[in-house]
C-alpha cells in the first residue's frame, strides 16, 4: 500500500511538473514574440555611394480623401519622383522613394535610424564620408536636382528630361 502511495505522489508532482513548464513555455513564447511584432525595424536603405531618399508618412485612402492638402502633396511627390529618377540613375545617384514614419540608413558599417523633425514629408541625402543633408517638404523636380547638384558636387550635373 505504502508503493502505491508513493508511485501516485510520484505521478501528481509528474504532472504539476509538466503543467508548471508548459505555461512557463507559453509565458516566453508570449514575451519573446510581442516585442518583435510591436517593434518592427523600418526600412534600410544601403548608402554604398550618391543616395538620396525621398520619404512620406504612410496614409491611408481615407485619410487622403478626408484631407486634399495630403492627397495633392502625395500627387506632387509621386509625380516629381517619377521625373528626377532617369536623370539621377544617368549621374549614377541612387533614388529610393519611401513610404515610412522613419528608415534606417547604412553607410559603411554604421547604420543611422532617421526620423523626420520638422516635417514627415522630405529628401535625406547622403554619399559616404559627408553629413547627410535633409530637405523637408516636397521638392519639385527642378529644385531637388538643384539640391542634389550642390550637395554631391560638379559631378553629378543633371538636367530635367520631360
Known sequence: MELF?????IKLQMKRLIVLFGFAAVCLLTVRTLP????????LVVAE???IVAFFPPVSDAELQKDADTNEALADFRLY???????????????????????RVRVGKAVTTFRPAKAD????????G????????VLTDTDLLRVANDYFGTQAKVKVVR
Open 5 to 9: 502511495s508513493s508511485l501516485a505522489y
Open 36 to 43: 518583435v511584432s510591436a517593434a518592427e525595424n523600418p526600412p
Open 49 to 51: 555611394g550618391r543616395t
Open 81 to 103: 519622383a517619377t521625373h528626377v529618377r532617369e536623370p539621377l540613375k544617368n549621374a549614377g545617384i541612387e533614388f529610393h522613394e519611401l513610404y515610412a514614419q522613419s528608415f
Open 121 to 128: 514629408i522630405g529628401y535625406y541625402l547622403v554619399v559616404p
Open 130 to 137: 559627408k553629413k547627410p543633408r535633409i530637405e523637408y517638404g
